[in-house]
């Protein structure tokens, strides 16, 4: 079931004009800012199908903009989100791909702070204001961006999976949902996990020093 | 948890609870939250659609484009006249969808019912019923999760974007949901809302997405206001005793077929349809300059 809760339907409370070209669009670009932890300096978004055919006339790069400032769809200053970002010196390219999308309504995103931190990723926006992140730095991956979520990029070697799943349950965390994805069998791989209620830093400093991790992130509501 | 309109039909019947009861209830054990957190929070969301209807048939609302804004104002003042033909109650509503949608278009604030693009059909529908039978909030509210129970079967079955599906899924939907809220607010049968909203969602299969330059102004703001104007009908024939012939879940999934069988040009691509007149060129020209290519 891609629609869980009554609210994916009646809601969000937003600005218009456009559900999936508007709201969808700030919360693909807000859950960027979120994996980047920080305001991106510079930003690429790329725009496919239905996006990159209609995106001036909905306002999707305005409101994905103001995701990417992280402002929620129902934030009065999406309107000038453009200006905003100018203001605050992120410098943004907006380019209209003609290459057809699996989902019409497709953004690609880089966005960072310099050489070595940067992030890719592709949301699509699939109705209602209800998005989904199925790439992330060339892994692919389906992440709602509406529960919270720990998302871990580490070594594919047997055993890690258990020992980050041995921390959330002493720590008492449930987990709703979780997949595995890697590019190639024995190297980098990423384990994105939703769960039901949002963690602290302590226990992300936990898995962070388990051995074979790489790195790790949250995204939460 | 219901999966398709049989069920939700079944379960409600079963226990002898209405459509609403059933959804505020699979939304509590979906989100762990009590029923007074679920229904405040729904109660926010009408708020919302409330005060986007009061500035719509008040206030002169112009989107940045300029193509919309200003017909509430103009069929309210019609009603007062005292010589509609459709009725004060119908013109009411399609007023009130009119309004929401205007104010969307004009970057303000409103609650997606199922999208934006469809937001005035199930506010309008209901806030010209308030006027009319003067429902309890509690109603009103229930009004919404009966509307968002027949969505969330049509989002899950088919598809609520125009992007995938044409208007059919966004207007479509959200008159077929307005149709179905309309007959429990009336004290109509669970199955009774069904047959509405199978009847109203009929009439709006094969509808395209095709948004003068892009925007959702022209045609999608005059097509909420003859969804909403459909939903009621559609309701007063249920109510009346007459049944779908089709069964509800087979309509949503016509239509789900219909929009995968729909060109992409008339999937909110703005390629076809009304976007692709002379006038919609012209308009497009217009707002966007001769450089906005296509």
């Not at chain 1, 991956?141 to 055993?159: E, K, M």
């Not at chain 2, 039909?9 to 699979?26: F, G, H, P, Y």
């Not at chain 2, 969505?151 to 609520?160: K, T």
């Amino acid at each position: 079931m891609k629609y869980r809760t009554v609210f994916d339907i009646i809601g969000p409370v937003m600005i218009g004009p456009s559900s999936s070209h508007t709201a969808g669009a700030a919360r693909i670009g807000r859950v960027a800012r979120t994996l980047l932890g920080k305001q991106p300096k510079w930003v690429e978004i790329s725009f496919y199908g239905s996006f990159a055919k209609t995106y001036k006339g909905h306002g999707t790069d305005v409101a994905l903009v103001g995701g990417l400032l992280d402002f929620d769809t129902f934030d009065q200053r999406i309107k000038d989100s453009l200006k905003i970002a100018e203001d605050l010196g992120v410098e943004i390219k907006i380019q209209e791909e003609d290459a057809v999308p699996e989902h019409p309504n497709t953004a690609k995103i880089r966005l960072g702070t310099c050489e070595e931190d940067t992030l890719e990723l592709v949301g699509i926006s699939i109705g209602g204001g209800k998005i989904e992140i199925v790439e992330l730095n060339g892994f692919l991956l389906r992440l709602s961006g509406n529960h919270p979520a720990i998302l871990v990029v580490h070594d594919d070697r047997y055993g890690v999976i258990a020992a980050v799943s041995n921390v959330l349950a002493k720590h008492e965390i449930n987990i709703g949902h979780m997949e595995v994805s890697r590019k190639e069998k024995g190297k980098e791989a990423l384990m994105v996990i939703e769960i039901d209620q949002n963690v602290d830093d302590i226990l992300l400093a936990e898995v962070a020093s388990l051995p074979n991790i790489c790195k790790v992130t949250k995204i939460h509501d | 948890m219901f999966r398709n309109v049989a069920e939700l039909v079944e379960i409600a019947e079963k226990e002898n609870i209405l459509i609403s009861d059933v959804m505020i209830r699979q939304e509590m054990e979906v989100t762990e939250k009590s029923y007074d957190e679920v229904f405040e929070q729904m109660d926010k969301n009408l708020l919302v659609m409330e005060e986007a209807i009061e500035r719509g048939i008040n206030e002169k609302v112009t989107s940045v484009s300029g193509l919309t804004g200003g017909d509430a104002v103009l069929l309210q003042k019609y009603i007062q006249s005292g010589k509609s033909l459709a009725g004060d109650f119908h013109l009411d509503a399609v007023s009130k969808a009119i309004a929401t949608n205007e104010v969307n278009a004009a970057m303000g604030t409103i609650c997606a019912t199922p999208t934006a693009g469809s937001a005035g059909v199930v506010p309008g529908t209901l806030f010209a019923l308030k006027h009319k039978v003067n429902p309890s909030r509690g109603k009103m509210v229930r009004y919404l999760f009966t509307s968002g129970a027949f969505g969330l079967v049509v989002a899950n079955n088919a598809s609520i974007s125009g992007a995938a599906g044409g208007c059919q899924a966004e207007v479509g939907s959200a008159t077929g949901m307005a149709a179905a809220a309309i007959v429990e607010l009336m004290d109509g049968t669970p199955k009774q809302s069904a047959h509405a909203m199978a009847i109203a969602l009929k009439n709006m299969l094969g509808l395209v997405c095709d948004p003068v330059a892009g925007l959702v102004e022209v045609p999608c703001v005059k097509r909420n206001a003859m969804g909403a104007s459909n939903a009621i009908v559609a309701a007063d024939m249920a109510l009346a005793g007459i049944e779908s012939r089709i069964p509800c879940d087979e309509v949503i999934d016509a239509m789900y077929k219909i929009g995968q069988a729909m060109s992409l040009d008339l999937r909110e691509t703005a390629g076809g349809g009304l976007a692709a007149t002379p006038t919609g060129k012209e308009l497009e020209a217009k707002i966007f300059g001769a450089s906005h290519k296509k």
